[in-house]
């Protein structure tokens, strides 16, 4: 491969393979005008922009699937993919020799296909909420993983009129659960919506609107949430 290193002599980066690198066999290299670095290895020429803001990740690095959501809990950045939820492991350099490149690494407890991700914090509480194909989970900051609802949910929003609720869009309606301090409360769904619920959004008034396949639906709730809501086991 090749190292970089500045006027120090420390090392600041090293290409390889891991990070999209052809080949690490190098014979030549080269900086054009615009700062690239074209090298010449034993399979062709690779180019790389090594004062690039933007860091590409693939399998190469952790990461398989088709990227769903992308999230940072807790200044750790993860991603749900069709193949479950991974975090990142953020690259370092130690003692300016030592190199050690950004990597993912999936949760192994998470075997489903997950659509959407939420941070959620009250107080002392903070969990990421994963919507996969048949659950919603909550990771905690020991990386402890529950699941808190069995559903086929697709989207998940935190209200902004109470923000200890969270919508639940569903293959088929809408639903909700509460943080009452202590536990989540499962409340009712709404039996007369029975679209498949893709994006949620909720206005200054507190009325929630749904988007769905053939359009959008308004909700204006009159009556409070709290008679309707039953303990999650």
């Not at 194909?133 to 998940?156: A, S, Y």
């Not at 923000?163 to 639903?175: P, Q």
């Not at 509460?178 to 989540?184: F, H, I, K």
């Amino acid at each position: 491969g090749a190292t970089a290193i500045n006027t120090k002599g420390d090392l600041e980066c090293i290409l390889n393979k891991q990070m999209g690198l052809q080949d690490e066999t190098v014979y030549s290299q080269f900086t054009d005008a615009s700062g690239n670095l074209w090298l010449a290895t034993s399979n062709g020429i690779s180019r790389s922009n090594i004062h690039s803001p933007i860091t590409f990740f693939s399998d190469k690095n952790g990461l398989s699937g088709t990227v769903q959501d992308i999230i940072r809990h807790n200044n750790t950045l993860y991603a749900a993919t069709n193949y479950g939820v991974y975090l990142l492991h953020s690259g370092f350099i130690a003692n300016g020799l030592t190199f050690s490149s950004s990597s993912f690494e999936k949760l192994p407890s998470i075997k489903e296909e997950c659509w959407d991700m939420l941070s959620f914090k009250s107080g002392k509480y903070s969990v990421l909420l994963v919507v996969s194909g048949e659950n919603i989970f909550t990771i905690d900051d020991q990386m402890n993983i529950k699941e808190i609802i069995k559903c086929k949910p697709w989207k998940i929003y935190r209200s902004i009129s109470d923000s200890l609720r969270v919508y639940i869009g569903l293959e088929s309606g809408i639903a909700s659960i509460y943080w009452d301090g202590s536990q989540w409360l499962e409340e009712a769904g709404i039996p007369e919506i029975k679209e498949s619920i893709y994006s949620i959004a909720e206005d200054e008034k507190g009325d929630l609107w749904l988007g769905h396949t053939n359009g959008v639906i308004k909700i204006n709730f009159k009556d409070d949430h709290k008679s309707f809501r039953k303990i999650l086991n």
